[in-house]
């Protein structure tokens, strides 16, 4: 069964980037219908879709945040990362990261990490 | 910008059935934008429901489905349990963006 597990720093500080990894298991990351996708979800607030990557090196960013994140996949690891630059206190959010097949919703989710900044 | 609309809560009695709907502030859902739901309980993690309109996430009960009714995504929960009060998401496929919705707290009494 497919399992996902988000580890991050907890805390980071204004205008530093924040670094997470998703580590995969039980399925494996080069599937070619496997996306790999990051989410956040700020306190009281809805979800938010920031990137997804596909193992072949296909990247896709919500505008918004585009400038600002940087996914990546770690083939021999197992693991996909997500590099967000320049952070404030509106990027404090629960970070979730996902799987879902191509042209399809069916989102697997990891567990969620909690990323504050605050100085 | 695309908006993604829900009813911010609904009730349903034990055994009852609701209806839960995800719309679009401007136009109508389509099977295209690929309606996905899930449940959240608060400081949990989503489980996707229904994915692609109407097919049942592995391990979800048939009493979920879902559907287009109308020019909305739709939600249906039938013989509701005490355990179904939670939060539900919809999440749309729009111009190549995931955009969610505010959610829909159900409330089961």
């Known amino acids: 069964q497919l399992q996902l597990q988000e580890s991050g720093p907890g805390l980071v500080k204004p205008s530093e980037t924040l670094s997470l990894t998703c580590t995969v298991s039980?399925?494996?990351?080069?599937?070619?219908?496997?996306?790999w996708d990051w989410f956040r979800q700020p306190p009281g607030k809805r979800l938010e879709w920031i990137a997804t990557?596909?193992?072949?090196?296909?990247?896709h960013y919500d505008p918004s945040l585009k400038s600002r994140a940087s996914i990546s996949v770690d083939l021999s690891r197992s693991q996909f990362s997500l590099r967000l630059s320049s952070v404030t206190a509106s990027d404090t959010a629960v970070y979730y990261c996902?799987?879902?097949?191509?042209?399809?919703?069916?989102?697997?989710w990891g567990q969620g990490t909690l990323a504050t900044v605050s100085s | 910008q695309t908006v993604v609309t829900q009813e911010p809560s609904f009730s349903v009695s034990p055994g009852g059935t609701v209806t839960l709907t995800c719309g679009l502030s401007s136009g109508s859902v389509f099977d295209s934008y690929l309606p996905t739901w899930y449940q959240q309980t608060p400081g949990q993690a989503p489980r996707t429901l229904i994915y692609n309109t109407n097919s049942r996430f592995s391990g979800v009960p048939d009493r979920f489905s879902g559907s287009i009714v109308g020019n909305k995504a739709a939600l249906t929960v039938t013989g509701a349990q005490a355990d179904d009060e939670s939060d539900y998401f919809c999440?749309?496929?729009?111009?190549?963006?995931?955009?969610f919705g505010g959610g829909t707290k159900l409330t089961v009494l």
């Open positions: 039980g399925g494996s990351i080069n599937s070619a219908n496997s996306f």
């Open positions: 999440v749309l496929y729009v111009a190549g963006l995931w955009v």
């Open positions: 996902a799987r879902h097949s191509g042209q399809s919703g069916d989102f697997s």
């Open positions: 990557i596909h193992y072949s090196g296909f990247t």
